[in-house]
């Protein structure tokens, strides 16, 4: 019994054969959509505008039924940062979350809503049509 699982140990483990050539991978992964375009990470000030380059990233994905991804940081009145996620989906819906935790005058929390239109960008990313936000 010891012989038979020494034996399997270096199957287990991997080969150390610089030419072997690892297997496909299985059909599943290898049809996986590719990773969300990035449209990045915006830190604004108070009363900073999202800059152009965002904005037309975030549009091209939602004209093009793509997904994207977008980060956008900016102050409350109060001057508490507020971190969002601009989320695109295919079908044209923008998972929007907030993450309120450092406001002291707001909910304190994460929340999640999911949202369609048209987007407007004075100053971030807002929707005529939004979910009620849910807990995250």
Same mark, same amino acid.
């Given at each position: ?10 199957? @287990?483990? $991997?080969? %150390?054969?610089?030419? @072997? ?6 059909? @599943?992964?290898?049809?996986?959509? #590719? ?7 915006? +830190? ?7 800059? +152009? ?11 093009? $039924? ?13 001057? $508490? #940062?507020? %971190? ?31 949202? %369609? ?7 971030? #990313? ?5 979910? +009620?936000?849910?807990?995250?």
């Amino acid at each position: 019994m010891t012989v038979l699982a020494l034996s399997l140990t270096p199957a @287990a483990c $991997g080969t %150390t054969d610089p030419d @072997a050539v690892p297997p496909d991978p299985p059909q @599943a992964h290898a049809t996986r959509s #590719p990773a969300r375009p990035d449209c990045g990470v915006w +830190t604004l000030g108070q009363g900073d505008r999202l800059p +152009t380059e965002a904005a037309e990233c975030l549009d091209g994905a939602l004209r093009d $039924g793509q997904e994207a991804r977008m980060r956008v940081i900016a102050p409350t009145i109060e001057g $508490g #940062p507020i %971190t969002t996620d601009y989320l695109v989906r295919v079908d044209g819906r923008v998972e929007v979350i907030a993450d309120g935790r450092r406001d002291r005058y707001g909910a304190g929390r994460i929340e999640r809503r999911i949202c %369609t239109g048209p987007v407007s960008y004075t100053p971030v #990313p807002s929707f005529p049509t939004c979910s +009620t936000p849910t807990p995250v």
